[in-house]
């Protein structure tokens, strides 16, 4: 069983900062990509950003020189530190990444999401 948790989501004025974590657990032997993803009311999900396991890194335009992503393996955590947030920027964002437990195959898993809301 793995299991993946968020934390630090909030209420933010805009141009402020927030720093999501989310935490792997259970049985892993490997991971490879991790990623955030956002859904706005009324949206479909999109990608935020995701970091691979050599630390290469991809980012939607609409966060690029803003938001950063980044993990620390030891940790099984992966992080996305959000500067100059917009309102734009509200909705529940979600953390996900691809995980081999036993066996060869990697499947990928979600978080249950934290709530980020950029507002005065």
């Known amino acids: 069983q793995v299991h993946l948790v968020e934390s630090g989501g909030g209420l933010v004025q805009p141009g402020g900062s927030l720093r999501l974590s989310c935490a792997a657990s259970?049985?892993?032997?490997?991971?490879?990509?991790m990623g955030w993803y956002r859904q706005a009311p009324g949206k479909q999900r999109e990608l935020v950003a995701t970091?691979?396991?050599?630390?290469?890194?991809n980012y939607a335009d609409s966060v690029k020189g803003r938001f950063t992503i980044s993990r620390d393996n030891a940790k099984n955590t992966v992080y996305l530190q959000m500067n100059s947030l917009k309102p734009e920027d509200t909705a529940v964002y979600y953390c996900?990444?691809?995980?081999?437990?036993?066996?060869?195959?990697?499947?990928?898993?979600w978080g249950q999401g934290t709530q980020v809301t950029v507002s005065s």
């Open positions: 259970g049985s892993i032997s490997s991971i490879n990509a």
């Open positions: 996900n990444a691809d995980i081999r437990s036993t066996g060869r195959v990697y499947y990928k898993y």
């Open positions: 970091i691979h396991s050599g630390g290469s890194t």
